[in-house]
């Protein structure tokens, strides 16, 4: 089993920054972590889960949705078994529960197996 813990969000101003993290463990990410593409996706109320964004097993491919992209920035540290979510330039429409998840790369939700329990992040106008 894999357990995803993030942390890091919180109330911010519009124009401001806040790192995402993703803490993995459990004893089969510990022998595949290296293996395992990281996601992140986010759903606002009332709305449907989106992509974010995502980074391969490797760290040599990333992929964003338009909407954030060159505002955020995915990043996977393999030797502690995290990943991390840089946003800056945050608007109130980045406001919603942010979900870590491990898996396969890609942007869909069926690609990844494992997910986090969500962190919120409210951006003020």
């Known amino acids: 089993q894999v357990q995803l813990v993030e942390s890091g969000g919180g109330l911010v101003q519009a124009g401001g920054s806040l790192r995402l993290s993703c803490a993995a463990s459990?004893?089969?990410?510990?022998?595949?972590?290296?293996?395992?593409?990281m996601g992140w996706f986010r759903q606002a109320p009332g709305k449907e889960r989106v992509f974010v964004a995502a980074?391969?097993?490797?760290?040599?491919?990333?992929a964003y949705s338009d909407s954030v992209k060159g505002r955020f920035t995915i990043s996977k540290d393999s030797a502690k078994s995290t990943a991390y979510l840089e946003m800056s330039s945050l608007q109130p429409e980045d406001t919603a529960v942010y979900y870590c998840?491990?898996?396969?790369?890609?942007?869909?939700?069926?690609?990844?197996?494992?997910w986090g329990q969500g962190t919120q992040v409210t951006v003020s106008s």
């Open positions: 998840a491990a898996g396969a790369y890609g942007s869909r939700i069926v690609d990844y197996a494992y």
């Open positions: 459990g004893s089969t990410f510990g022998r595949f972590s290296s293996t395992y593409a």
């Open positions: 980074i391969n097993w490797d760290s040599t491919s990333s």
